[in-house]
């Protein structure tokens, strides 16, 4: 199963990309929650997945066009979760400035489908979430 939840998380970031919403909708669990780091000016967890995808449609708004899925490392962590590794430069829209998009995300699954994003900035406390080490 976990190499299909890594196919899931795969599918579900090119989705995104192409903001294809409902392929996107489709791999996540109606109890989805978004954990969103710490260093967020929004950092109240979002519960639901069309909370969930106008959160992400907002956030990544503000930066001129970006692939996130094709900047990641997957990374299969046990039966139900998966860890994501963002590593990209993008640039603001508005401004123009450069910033680096480093985060760490462990992604869990109920039922085959999405049902958690926790975000991290640091990469010892996500994968101490997901029982690994450096």
Known sequence: MSQEN???VRRSLEAFDRRDRNAWLASRH???????????PEADVIRGPEASWDFY?????AFEAANFG???ELVDAGADEVLIHYG???RGKTSGAEVE???WVVVTFLDGK????HWFVDQADALEAVGLRE
């Open 70 to 72: 094709e900047a990641v």
């Open 30 to 40: 109606p109890d989805v929650e978004v954990v969103p780091a710490g260093v967020w």
């Open 88 to 90: 990209q430069t993008v």
């Open 6 to 8: 890594v196919e899931t």
């Open 57 to 61: 449609v907002a956030a990544l708004d």
């Open 101 to 103: 998009f480093v985060f």
């Open 114 to 117: 999405v049902v958690r994003d």
